[in-house]
């Protein structure tokens, strides 16, 4: 399984910083994620639009989107996909700390379908796994200026992987969230 790493995004949130670099606890909140999905993937992606020489200093693929207005997540994915070598890749944002060391594993037991996706606190997480050949279809709602990823994600009717641990899912939207 090959891990693209959400961290290209305008961070509007937090007043424009890149959400990745954001230090909590004394480390970037990147470094945390990659912590976690270290020992999980065969490999990891990076999905970033500035900040790009820090990035690389991880040691991973860093891939920019192709288009330089930010249209979000899905231009993140779809220009990251091909650089992944595994048929199966697990999509996670660059601002969830907690994420847990099982999640590949869990998200894995679901493969009739060909995305399948975290749910917590009865939400789904925007936190999945998915087959390589839904990649035309994320080109298609970029194109047709589709850019909402949870839309996406729903229109494939993906299987819902409940999670109990509702703080796995934590993500900093706002410097208060970081305090």
Same mark, same amino acid.
């Given at each position: 399984?090959?891990?693209?790493?959400?961290?290209?995004? #305008?961070?509007?949130?937090?007043?424009?910083?890149?959400?990745?670099?954001?230090?909590?606890?004394?480390?970037?909140?990147? #470094?945390?994620?990659?912590?976690s999905i270290k020992p999980q993937a065969d490999e990891i992606i990076i999905s970033a639009n500035r900040n790009i020489d820090t990035y690389e200093k991880y040691g991973y693929k860093v891939i920019s989107d192709t288009s330089d207005d930010y249209r979000g997540p899905l231009a993140g994915i779809t220009a990251a996909l091909p650089y992944c070598t595994n048929e199966w890749v697990l999509i996670v944002p660059c601002d969830m700390p907690f994420l847990p060391v099982y999640i590949i594993e869990k998200l894995s037991a679901e493969t009739e379908k060909y995305i399948s996706i975290a749910e917590s606190n009865k939400k789904m997480q925007l936190v999945f796994l998915m087959h390589k050949k839904l990649q035309a279809s994320i080109q298609q709602s970029l194109d047709n200026n589709q850019l909402r990823l949870m839309q996406w994600v729903k229109s494939h009717r993906p299987a819902v992987i409940s999670f109990t641990d509702d703080e796995a899912f934590n993500n900093f939207n706002s410097r208060d969230d970081i305090d």
């Open positions: 399984v090959s891990c693209i790493i959400l961290a290209g995004g #305008e961070g509007r949130r937090v007043g424009g910083v890149d959400k990745g670099l954001i230090t909590y606890k004394n480390t970037p909140l990147i #470094e945390h994620v990659l912590a």
